[in-house]
């Protein structure tokens, strides 16, 4: 995959996982996913691929990945992965050989710990930057090696951001929402499984790679996992010493400060301008 | 003289007498009864009480002295000078540190902020049960020589006793004005040029060198958007480590996160880097801290192998591969209404649309409408601000015409500034707006939108001198825009 294309093909890939519905709870595409997806098949001449790590022949995995299939991908290809923790190592072996120029990922997993690491781990191991919660791709240039993307910036803004190739970038809700999937086009897709225990026989650094992380998973064991409680509303704390002060702060009535009132239209238009200026918003 | 008490009848048939010339009122003279008594004027003291009875405050409490009309005058004045000086925690040689990344939007601490530093403090002076090893370990990672410095610290000291220091990171300037309330015990303050743009990977970098020399027990960012969740997910990939995000509670050494999206939680051991959500621990509100600044460790002369790789992490440089190309500038009306930061809001008191749509475009507002608009076609459903519509969080929000339903109300309660136009100054609007402006809105509006105007052609006047000075004397004019657009852009940002 690395060698130079005539064409100055971009080879994009995308990372897809299974989600989960926050009612139901039925598996269904992951959102950011999907959106990470819509992204890649909107960049015109690219090599497109997806990539799933999990476990083959899974019911759920399957039907999620045909709602992949069905927004128009001809292949998906499912890193077969026996247990959930291996996914890292499986996938920095496998890019390893032929890193992409552009890896599009979701912020965090809709299932499990959802802890957000896998594109901060894959960019460090595969030596890519990283970009978080991009909306959109500007324009890529191969030959100059740079990208520029749209950022996500908190109130709706936008950052633009030129970035060099080879790249990971996690996708932002704020993104073009995802097309439908067509039932049709799932049927046509297809599902690739690689076997990654041939892989892991293949690198022999496979173990040094992540000791720590492999490490974490089986303190995993420990963890404790509810359903999640609703959060305790923070309560004003009244730090009196006296019970007269108890006594007053519970009697104090609230200081509404009543606003300014202003008949005059020339005199209201400058105080509006004012607090305009002062808020920063003009 | 004798100090035998004589009864004035005159003066006291003038004190009972409110209509002779010379009658003083009440609680402003000394009273004295038949028998020569001072007597307090239980008329002129106290105040009312919630159901409407009459409460004396007798405890003697400074505010106690306000209602007491004899030492008013004096009293309110001391209670007005008095401001309370809370006590000093000073940390002079701390056993470990617990490091904060604070988001530090445009120089301030936020509310997170504040959560956050909150937390650190309690894990730094709470008293230690069992040292977590395996989660301090572990956020070593390829570097030995930073456990060596921390055992070497705790030698000799009892484990219960051992106390830590919260060290706050910023990065650019702070403009925060009070920063010794917040609970920082030492500050690290990274400034320049290069932190006024966006820089993760200069940032993680400038982190991790410090992580390697004070080596801290924990390390703490806000879960925020305003970058904390991106840095500390940075950092602990760099550390080949991982983080807990979405800490909600921490108790002792157990540590309640959401996972699964919010759909769980987990309860775990405690970890070395944690991204907490807001309110994850009650701010610090009882003490002052000494805000000094970190004097950073010297880096330690090799004398082991182990000591090359410190000095290599340290020394380490990065490849900048992220530029920075300024903000984007975003149609308002394409901004979801929930997250705008500025909402210019119509309803059943505007006559004009036009001027009103006109006014938004000029102002750069986002457009809401209340459900009156809506339900007469003015305005798109989406746009509808309230309890029924979409619940706003803006900076700013102007009501044009809008009286206030209580719908409305509930949608607009996080509203930090409310503008109130009406011609009605009796409305709930009015009541809740910080400014109201009574009269014809179209009017006011065309008056608003003249005062840009002046100001838009000032600005224009001032930005085409500028640039004759500058052709005039340098050639570098045509790096200034730029320029300008790099150093506006963390403003622009948080607008």
Known sequence: MHKQTVEDNVNITVLVSVGEHPLSKRPRRAEQDARALEIGLNVPDTNLQVMHAGAANNVQTNTVLKDYLGMGLPEIKLLNIPHENDSLTALINTFDKNIPDILLTGIRAETGESSGMTPYVLSEKLGMALVPSITEILCINKTAGYAELLQALPRGQRRKISVKLPFVATVDMAAQAPRQSAFGAAMRGKITVIDTIAAHTDSAGSASISPDLTNCETLQAEWKITPAQPRPKRLKIIKAKTAADRFKAATAKAQGGAGKVIYNNQEAADAIFKILKDEKVL | ?495
């Open chain 2, 1 to 495: 003289m004798s100090n035998l008490f004589r009864r004035d009848p005159r003066a006291q048939w003038i004190a009972r007498n409110r209509l002779h010339p010379l009658h003083v009122p009440e609680g402003q003279l000394v009273q004295r009864g038949p028998t020569g008594l001072l007597r307090k004027n239980v008329h002129a003291i106290g105040f009312i009480g919630p159901n409407g009875l009459k409460r004396i405050d007798r405890s003697g409490a400074a505010g106690s002295f306000k209602q007491l009309n004899r030492q008013s005058a004096q009293g309110s004045k001391s209670a007005a000078q008095e401001e309370i000086v809370l006590p000093l925690h000073k940390v002079a040689n701390p056993d470990f540190y617990i490091l904060v990344v604070v988001d530090g939007v445009s120089g301030r601490l936020s509310s997170h902020d504040r959560d956050i530093l909150g937390l650190a403090h309690k894990l730094a002076t709470q008293p230690a049960t069992i040292e977590n090893d395996a989660a301090f370990d572990k956020g070593t990672g390829g570097n030995e020589a930073r456990t060596g410095a921390g055992v070497d610290a705790g030698v000799g000291v009892d484990p219960g006793e051992r106390t830590g220091a919260v060290v706050a990171v910023f990065f650019d300037t702070i403009t925060e004005e009070k920063l010794d309330t917040a609970g920082i015990d030492r500050l690290v303050n990274f400034e320049g040029n290069e932190y006024q743009q966006y820089n993760p990977e200069k940032r993680c970098a400038d982190l991790y060198k410090l992580v390697n020399q004070i080596n801290p027990k924990h390390i703490l960012f806000p879960d925020s958007i305003h970058g904390g969740a991106d840095l500390g997910r940075r950092l602990a990939a760099k550390l080949n480590t991982t983080v807990a995000s979405n800490v909600w509670k921490v108790n002792g050494n157990q540590i309640v996160c959401r996972g699964s999206a919010g759909k769980t939680d987990i309860t775990r051991p405690i970890t070395n880097i944690m991204l907490a959500l807001e309110e994850c621990n009650e701010p610090v509100s009882d003490t002052r801290h000494e805000c000094k600044v970190l004097e950073q460790p010297l880096i330690p002369l090799p004398k082991q192998a182990s000591d090359q790789t410190l000095e290599q992490a340290i020394t380490n440089t990065y490849e900048q591969k992220i530029t920075d190309l300024g903000n984007e500038s975003v149609n308002p009306n394409d901004i979801n209404l929930a997250e705008a930061g500025f909402i210019l809001s119509g309803g059943n008191g505007i006559t004009d649309w036009d001027q009103f749509h006109h006014a938004a475009a000029i102002l750069g507002a986002t457009e809401g409408a209340s459900r009156v608009a809506v339900d007469d076609g003015f305005m798109p459903r989406e746009r509808q601000v309230g309890a029924t519509g979409t619940w706003v969080t803006a900076k700013v929000y102007i009501a044009v015409g809008i009286s206030g339903a209580i719908q409305h109300m509930q949608g607009i309660a996080q509203c930090e500034k409310v503008i109130a136009i009406n011609t009605d100054d009796s409305c709930d609007m009015v009541k809740r707006a910080d400014l109201s402006a009574i009269g014809d809105s179209s009017a006011i509006l065309a008056a608003l939108l003249d005062l840009v105007h002046e100001q838009k052609s000032a600005l224009k006047g001032n930005q085409k001198r500028d640039q004759k000075n500058n052709n005039a004397t340098s050639d570098t004019s045509g790096l200034t825009p730029y320029r300008a657009t790099a150093k506006n852009a963390p403003e622009a940002q948080h607008a």
